[in-house]
């Protein structure tokens, strides 16, 4: 199956089409998204580091969804 990724972090996000066999790591790095820091969601669900290497299809994903990257900011205000 092909699934299609919405990937991004808090600056910009973009769709990808991977395997559902392809781990979540690799669908970050083709778009360039670091995976040593932030925190990972997907689908809304917060996913530890482990999961990365852990494929689309091992979360039963198998058309669409969002892997998000968010980076934790502070606010000078």
């Known amino acids: 199956f092909m699934v299609s990724v919405t990937v991004g972090n808090n600056v910009t996000k973009e769709v990808v089409l991977v395997e559902s066999t392809a781990t979540l ?12 820091s932030g925190v990972f969601q997907l689908n809304g669900e917060t996913i530890s580091n482990s999961d990365l290497d852990k494929s689309f299809a091992d979360f039963g994903i198998t058309d669409t969804c969002f892997l998000l990257n968010v980076k934790k900011v502070d606010n000078a205000a």
């Open 25 to 36: 790591k690799s669908a970050l790095e083709r778009k360039g998204i670091s995976t040593t």
